[in-house]
């Protein structure tokens, strides 16, 4: 069964550098998606993305995130001078269409920030 | 504030119980509920859910939703120490071109043997 692939599984980074999340989601989906999971809390939205543009972001998603679809297959997240509080399982997800179709989860890639 | 509200938090239960998992939420313009599998890492998809009445059912699991009361139970028949895991359940509303998915703080299951 074709499914969201992330890597790394685990990205350990010091305080204030960049770091980029990578994703490839399944190969016919067209809208693409971050969650972030802090360690003992839900599941937050961050950013949607659907034909080569952001179309909805949420208030964690500030101006040290941007995401981008350099090719036909991956789907990067990067964070651009990282905080302590960025640590957090990131989780990349994709769906055929919104709302009529289900999101489908990658296994995640764990950020510490040190 | 969009919610969604999951209970219980946790649950013990042995080998061959039926647990019934509950999500209630207050989403604007609400568009579907959906329930995922959260075992080590990715959550995996179980039920989508959008109109009331209708049980979905796979397997020993199934799902129905209540638009009316705004909310949702997932029932596991004949539980086995597979189904531990956390059930995750979701909300997407309609906001832009496209839903975020709103998420509750999961149920903890744990099958003994």
């Known amino acids: 069964e074709p499914e969201v692939t992330q890597t790394p599984s685990h990205q350990v980074t010091q305080m204030g550098q960049e770091v980029i999340l990578r994703c490839v989601p399944i190969?016919?989906?067209?809208?693409f998606y971050w969650y972030r999971q802090i360690l003992g809390q839900k599941v937050e939205f961050l950013v949607s993305f659907y034909n080569n543009e952001i179309s909805e972001k949420s208030e964690i998603f500030d101006d040290q995130f941007s995401v981008e679809r350099p090719d036909g297959s991956n789907f990067t997240l990067k964070i651009r001078s990282t905080k302590l509080e960025d640590s957090a399982m990131y989780f990349c997800?994709?769906?055929?269409?919104?709302?009529?179709?289900?999101?489908?989860f990658g296994d995640g890639t764990r950020l510490s920030i040190l | 504030e969009d919610k969604v509200v999951q209970s219980p938090l946790s649950l013990v239960v042995h080998e061959g119980d039926t647990v019934t998992l509950n999500c209630s939420y207050e989403v604007t313009n609400f568009r579907s509920l959906l329930w995922y599998k959260q075992e080590k890492k990715a959550p995996t998809f179980l039920f989508m859910l959008?109109?009331?009445?209708i049980e979905k059912k796979s397997g020993r699991l199934s799902s129905i939703l209540d638009k009316k009361e705004l909310f949702s139970i997932l029932n596991i028949t004949a539980t086995q120490t597979g189904d531990s895991a956390v059930y995750l359940c979701a909300v997407e509303s309609y906001g832009g071109s496209q839903g975020n998915l709103i998420f509750g703080k999961g149920t903890k299951l744990s099958v003994k043997p």
């Open positions: 959008t109109s009331s009445g």
């Open positions: 190969s016919n989906h067209l809208y």
């Open positions: 997800a994709s769906s055929e269409e919104a709302g009529d179709q289900p999101q489908h």
